[in-house]
């Protein structure tokens, strides 16, 4: 049992799946922070195209 313990403790096997989750997780936060970017400058521009339109 502790040669098992031993062999999965030093495995690597299992670092390259969290390595890809974390770049996908800091992707995720740059698209969310970029999505909420546009879509602030994109609600001025219609309050600006609502405002000329009354």
Do not use: H, T, W
Not at 38 to 43: M, T
């Amino acid at each position: 049992m502790l040669k098992l313990m031993e062999k999965l403790y030093r495995s690597e096997e299992g670092q390259g799946l969290v390595e890809y989750a974390l770049i996908l997780a800091l992707i995720a936060v740059v698209v969310m922070v970029a999505v909420k970017a546009v879509g602030q400058s994109a609600l001025v521009k219609f309050n600006e195209v609502d405002a000329e339109l009354q």
